[in-house]
């Protein structure tokens, strides 16, 4: 039997070692502003999503309250405490500091972008998934730092959260609105091209990792 490997995830990998060995490439001072490309491509990609989304189908992913509480629960109780399950085990300060990784990284809130697109590739509910995704990094705001508080000494409490709700609001939901407003006059040209607007997600994810792994 072939295991078949999925072109995207080969991507990945291939963006990940081109940033290993190019890690200036994702600098503020790079030529190539990968930070802002991501920026506009995501804003566009949530605009394209709002364009598919009729007021129906969103009224009715959003007011599936069984699932938002079910994949809340998962990402900031089931991944933190299946995490927690390997805490006896360490031995020494190097695994407890490996084991701090891992704990935040369960705890930490979905990222918005490669949530949808991930959704939006398996073709799951676009609306929930765009829901749930922003609805978690506001939760994550206060959920996450109480869960490595357990653990972690020092806490900062003077972030500016104001940041992270700026961008929810103008960079994703602001997106969403407008495409759902114009979706009765250009939905049935996306839907057309979904093919193309899937390829354009992926494209954007890959940039958007390059920038993260720099």
Not at 93 to 118: G, H, K, N, R, Y
């Amino acid at each position: 039997m072939r295991i078949k490997l999925d072109k995207f995830v080969l991507a990945i990998i291939i963006l990940i070692i081109v940033a290993y060995f190019f890690p200036e490439w994702g600098l503020d001072t790079s030529p190539v502003p990968l930070d802002l490309i991501g920026t506009i491509g995501i804003s566009l990609i949530f605009f394209f999503y709002g364009l598919k989304l009729s007021p129906q189908k969103l009224k009715a992913g959003l007011s599936n309250y069984k699932l938002h509480i079910l994949v809340q629960a998962s990402t900031f109780l089931l991944f933190p405490l299946l995490i927690l399950l390997f805490r006896p085990l360490i031995q020494n300060e190097e695994q407890e500091i490996l084991w701090l990784a891992f704990f935040f990284l369960a705890v930490l809130p979905s990222t918005v972008s490669s949530s949808v697109v991930m959704v939006s590739i398996a073709k799951g509910n676009i609306p929930a998934a765009i829901f749930n995704a922003s609805i978690s990094g506001i939760i994550g705001i206060a959920i996450t730092p109480l869960w490595m508080g357990h653990f972690v000494n020092e806490i900062r409490s003077d972030f500016d959260f104001s940041t992270i709700y700026s961008k929810l609001l103008l960079q994703i939901l602001l997106p969403v609105i407008v495409g759902v407003l114009l979706q009765k006059y250009w939905g049935d040209f996306m839907r057309k091209h979904n093919s193309k607007l899937t390829l354009f997600d992926k494209s954007i994810i890959q940039t958007a990792n390059h920038w993260i792994c720099r």
